[in-house]
C-alpha cells in the first residue's frame, strides 16, 4: 500500500520541479533572445512489487514500480525578430549564436544582441561581457567615432574602415549547450562550434524570446490539477493505512 504514496510523492516532486521550468518562462518572456526552458517527465522503473505474499518478482509475478523521471531541456526555436533602429542591436535570421567573452576568459553563446560600447570602444553585451570577433579577439571600434555599419555577414564598418566581423557559431547538436544563465549557453566538453559564413546579421533588429506566455499559464494549471490529484492520492492512502491500523489495534 504504501508504494502508492511513495509514486504520488515522487510525483509532486516531480511536478514543482516543472512548475519551477515554467515560471522561469514566463518571468524571462520578455528577455531578449531568451529560450524557453523544457520538462519532459518519463516513467522509470524501480523494480517490482509483490501484491501476493506468495509471489516471486524473479518469476515475473510482481507488479513494475513505475516512478516519475524529470528531463530538462531548452528549445532552441528562433523568437522573433523585432525593429529598434539602434545600431548596436543586432539580432539572426538564420542558426547560431554570437560569441563572447565569459569572466573566466572562456567563451558563452547567446542569441542576445543587445550591444553596447564600452569607454575604451570596446563592444559588450548588456551583461558586460565583449562580443568576439570571428577569430575569438574582442572588437573595438574606431576612437574617431562615427556611423557603424553591420552588413548580413557580420562584418562592422565606420566610414571607410573595416573593424571586423562578428562571430557566429553554430553547434552539430545544440542539446550539448548548458544554460549559465542570462541567456548564456557554454557547450559541454567535446562540443566543438563551427563558424557560420552566412549569418544573416540583422543590424538594428533584436530577437525576443520564443515563450508564449499563454500555453505557459495553461501548463501552470495543469500542473496545478496534476498536484492537486497526487495530493488526495496521499491523503486516502494515508486514511486507508489508518483504518487498517485502528482494525489490527
Not at 562578428?166 to 547538436?173: C, K, L, M, Q, R
Amino acid at each position: 500500500m504504501s508504494i502508492g504514496v511513495y509514486q504520488s510523492a515522487a510525483s509532486l516532486s516531480a511536478l514543482e520541479r516543472w512548475q519551477d521550468a515554467v515560471t522561469q518562462n514566463i518571468t524571462s518572456s520578455q528577455a531578449v533572445g531568451f529560450k524557453r526552458r523544457t520538462v519532459q517527465i518519463d516513467g522509470r522503473e524501480a523494480g517490482q512489487v509483490l501484491i501476493d505474499p506468495t509471489s516471486r518478482a524473479d518469476r515475473g509475478e510482481g507488479r513494475d514500480a513505475i516512478f516519475p523521471e524529470v528531463r530538462f531541456g531548452v528549445a532552441f526555436a528562433k523568437g522573433e525578430s523585432q525593429p529598434t533602429r539602434r545600431e548596436l542591436d543586432i539580432a539572426l535570421s538564420g542558426d547560431g549564436f554570437f560569441s563572447v567573452r565569459m569572466p573566466d576568459g572562456t567563451t558563452g553563446y547567446t542569441r542576445a544582441g543587445q550591444m553596447q560600447v564600452r569607454p575604451d570602444r570596446t563592444i559588450v553585451n548588456s551583461q558586460g561581457l565583449e562580443l568576439l570577433n570571428d577569430f575569438g579577439y574582442p572588437i573595438q571600434l574606431s576612437p574617431e567615432g562615427g556611423v557603424v555599419v553591420i552588413d548580413e555577414s557580420g562584418l562592422i564598418r565606420q566610414g571607410d574602415a573595416q573593424i571586423g566581423r562578428i562571430g557566429v557559431f553554430s553547434f552539430e547538436d545544440n542539446s550539448q549547450l548548458l544554460t549559465v544563465g542570462g541567456g548564456l549557453f557554454v557547450p559541454r566538453v567535446g562540443a566543438e562550434p563551427e563558424l557560420v559564413d552566412k549569418p544573416g546579421v540583422l543590424q538594428g533588429h533584436l530577437e525576443g524570446s520564443n515563450v508564449r506566455p499563454l500555453q505557459e499559464m495553461i501548463h501552470l494549471v495543469n500542473i496545478a490539477r496534476a498536484y492537486e490529484a497526487n495530493q488526495k492520492i496521499i491523503q486516502n492512502r494515508d486514511q486507508m493505512l489508518q483504518r487498517t491500523l485502528d482494525a489490527l489495534g
